[in-house]
């Protein structure tokens, strides 16, 4: 038999083009292509041949793939690109086996070949794999098969698989024994199973019908009685708690002791604290708090009488946040809360229905501001050990922009809320900006930070065709809403965004999902708004920065905002609007704040106070009692604190998902700042030499603004 000509490489990208995009294995799909080509199933190939087949044919989609994305998935691109390589040959040739080994095998008809695998008969199937059984081991055959079955997400395959060929034979050869006999199964504990019931949104029924179908299935009961939960829940709640018809609340000096005390007997605080504590007599530890308030709309009224339609609908809740406990005796980290900004871990004080007004913030913030000032420190005794003593340190900065401005007596949306500073004296880079006296202690919030920045720049675009900052006249007013139309059309194209579109809910789709990848396509954004790219990727950085929870800088923190605010009032596209109060407050007062801020202020967020407004709707819908207004209040306050008892909340990470990888171009994700903005001088650390050995021991505690050491380790972007 004469030997073949090489094949041309277009000849194989004819082949695999209209399969680009589908859930084919294209390596198969060439190796299947090249055969047929060189009529290789007359003959079977060597195992040197089949191996030399196979890496040029992974070769081969590996340039194309790389050249196909460089070319924007445009074959027209593609071709001038590659066109000297196409014209090229395939670098591979066959070379038979010797004739006297080689077995003749009667070729497959071409309609064969073009059947499913799974639709073929039985002799078609033993052919197709007869050269996979010759060239392979039965072991690897069967590892592959596992590899390809996890990759479809086919769990239960991959674990029969696995037990009946890769595991050991047992010493039983009973067929009759129930193969339960054989798997040791764990009890779930009280704390763990009240976990999965409270987290995955389920009700006393289901949780119930889970335990029957589980001891039905022979699992035993691996559930404990819904009699144990409710006995755990009673662990869960405060001591002293109110209700009555309209709000509840529970007093702050027990929540604080309650948090504490549950914390600190958890088994891995507890070891820890012994550990770090040997040769001390008394144990002083100062416990960081953050605490707010926020107000939240769209509940659905019930027909319950007694109470206002219209406050039936709103919600004022304030919350409090666990981040730390720190050791001002050896100057160590106790414990370090890992849902920081979780809405899990948000403990309520006091839900209400009513409106949010400025006399009902300002009423809620001067109770909580009293109870502070009234709070006693937490005694706690060891058995033969130390006495512990724990102080409360809280910070309000669970606000956002709404909230501060009552708290600091801003009277217009319009002023900078550190400064009082008008539209006017925005619209300058310089100025007399101070700030007043207490208003640096309420963080930079953030959530809402980025969110007011995306709008900031779209009302930006909105004004570009008249240049002015409100639209006042009949034309302009005509301009800025074609200008709006055009944006939105273009984000929707563009970026699939949905942008200033009303939720039915209420408010816009204007989310903190929706500015992040917005910021994260900062050339698209700048392609559709016409705003420069340089200030739209400063803005995006300043925000990544105080959301990641490291302990930024603040000298390069207040050099990169002045560095922004500099490219702001030099491009012309922009300057003409001015700053917002939002923008004014970062990039002029930021560094102050920082400066100021106990723990780094990512870790200070305002998201575990946002997050919870949902939570409180589907807690009111599905799992308060709605007999009077009083059992709904008493149920959705117990189920909120149930939910973010320390002990509880400290089980929800062992049922997340494991080994979740972040997307290579995830849209969600901004630039990283934090290697250029972060503080990378340590100020001071305790050295654990004697310990270094334990790793839950090595972590990197520095030392904060009070002398107190802090964990970075958690709280990494």
Known sequence: METPQKLKNFMLWEEIKPHIGKKLDLTDLLRNFVIAQFHLYQKP???????????????????????????????????RRCNQFLASDFPYLPKYANSDIAKEVKPLSPFAKLLPYREKKERAKRLETAKIRQEND???????????????????????????????????????KNHMDNISIRETTPEEALCILLNNNMTVETYKTLRRHAIGKGAGKIYPSYHNLLNEKKKCTPTNLHVNPTESWVDLQDLLDHTTSRTLNMDSVYKKLIEKHNDCNDIQLVHYVKWGIDGAGSFFPYNQGGMDTIHSQHLLASHLVSLQISSLTT???????????????????????EKETEESVMKEYNRIVTEINSLQSFKMEIPDGPRVVIQYKLLCTMIDGKTLNFLVNNKSSRSCPICLAGPKALSKRSGSFDPLPGTLIFGVSPLHWGMRIFEFLLHISYNSDFRKAEARSSEEKALKKTRQEEVRKKFLDKLSLRIDTPCSRGGNCNSGNVARRAFANAGTFSEITGIPISVIEGFGVLWSAIRSGQRLDDEKFEAKCNSVLDTFFASPEV????LSPSAHKLLVHGADIIRHSILP?????????EGSNKLHRIHRQNHTRKISHETTMDDLISRKLHQSDPIVLSHHRSFKKKNRR???????????????????????????TDESSDDEDDELEQINCDGIPYSNTLFEL
């Open 45 to 79: 190939i060597t195992k040197d041949d089949s191996k030399q087949l196979s890496q040029c044919a992974k070769k081969y989609l590996k340039y194309v793939k790389k050249q196909y994305i460089a070319s924007a998935y445009k074959e027209e691109e593609f071709k």
């Open 662 to 688: 972040p997307k290579v171009n995830d849209p969600f994700m901004l630039p990283d700042p934090v290697d250029l903005l972060k503080r990378t001088v340590s100020l001071g650390m305790k050295s654990d």
């Open 138 to 176: 039965s072991d690897a055959i069967v590892q592959s098969s596992i590899q390809i079955l996890k990759g479809q997400g086919k769990k239960a395959a991959v674990e029969a698989i696995e037990n009946t060929f890769l595991e050991a034979p047992t010493q039983s050869t009973s067929k009759d």
């Open 331 to 353: 100057l160590c980290t106790v414990f370090t809360s890992e849902n920081v900004n979780s809405a899990l871990a948000c403990r309520p004080i006091r839900l209400s229905f």
């Open 601 to 609: 202020v990512g870790i200070l967020a305002e998201d575990p106070a």
């Open 575 to 578: 300057n003409w609007y001015g």
